[in-house]
Nanobody
Framework: QVQLVESGGGLVQSGGSLRLSCEAS????????MIWHRQAPGKERELVAS????????IFPDSVKDRFTISRDNVLNTAYLQMNSLKPEDTAVYYC????????????WGQGTQVTVSS
């Protein structure tokens, strides 16, 4: 059974940092692209960042490009999202997603972790 467990969310003041973790089990981690999404209250889910097994990564929204970094550890089966200089508009539930790099129907999600940035 595939499980993705996110951790690291919480309440932080504007300008602070958080590192989200997503630990995967039940899959061959290196076969999966790891993706972070977020959904703010009243808004559609937004793709934040993705990283391939060998480390090629992309940060999607211009609003976070200079502040967020995605990484992964294929030994620990864990993906990370380092978030610096957080702003109130980064407040959202952040979701981890594992998608097979070939068989994209093999697509798994974590339960989400809340990030709240106070002004």
């Amino acid at each position: 059974q595939v499980q993705l467990v996110e951790s690291g969310g919480g309440l932080v003041q504007s300008g602070g940092s958080l590192r989200l973790s997503c630990e995967a089990s039940g899959l061959v981690f290196s076969d999966y692209v790891m993706i972070w999404h977020r959904q703010a209250p009243g808004k559609e889910r937004e793709l934040v960042a993705s990283i391939f097994s060998r480390g090629g990564s992309t940060i999607f929204p211009d609003s976070v490009k200079d502040r967020f970094t995605i990484s992964r550890d294929n030994v620990l089966n864990t993906a990370y999202l380092q978030m610096n200089s957080l702003k109130p508009e980064d407040t959202a539930v952040y979701y981890c997603n594992a998608r097979h790099f070939v068989y994209t129907s093999q697509d798994y999600w974590g339960q989400g972790t809340q990030v709240t940035v106070s002004s």
